[in-house]
């Protein structure tokens, strides 16, 4: 879903919307997809760290596509990706856990590596 322009990116707006439901803050949600959309491609810079990097992606991220958490895990040299079933794009209570013994093993290789 590309919502770079005009009534495209409107029709995106709502379509996040709907997904996430009432409780959403729409000045929040707006000022997220703007700095999406308005970001540059980072891949060239990725590319240059040489440092243990942890890419954490929700499958349902209805804001960036799992896809754009591959990429940016391919770009990174050694990157480990870990996409979580079921992660939109909060991070859930009842992953903490998980995410936590996945940066504690980060951790624990930087230190050795």
Do not use: W
């Amino acid at each position: 879903m590309n919502l770079a322009i005009g009534p495209r990116r409107e029709l995106g707006l709502r379509t996040i919307f709907n997904i996430l439901g009432p409780m959403t803050n729409p000045a929040g949600v707006t000022r997220q997809l703007s700095a999406i959309i308005d970001s540059p491609d980072r891949t060239l810079g990725l590319q240059k760290l040489q440092i243990p990097s942890l890419i954490i992606h929700g499958d349902i991220d209805p804001l960036v596509p799992v896809e754009c958490g591959i990429a940016t895990a391919a770009a990174i040299p050694g990157a480990t990706l870990k996409i979580l079933e079921g992660m939109g794009h909060t991070l859930p209570l009842q992953l903490y856990p998980q995410i936590v013994e996945d940066i504690v093993e980060l951790s624990n290789y930087a230190e050795n590596a």
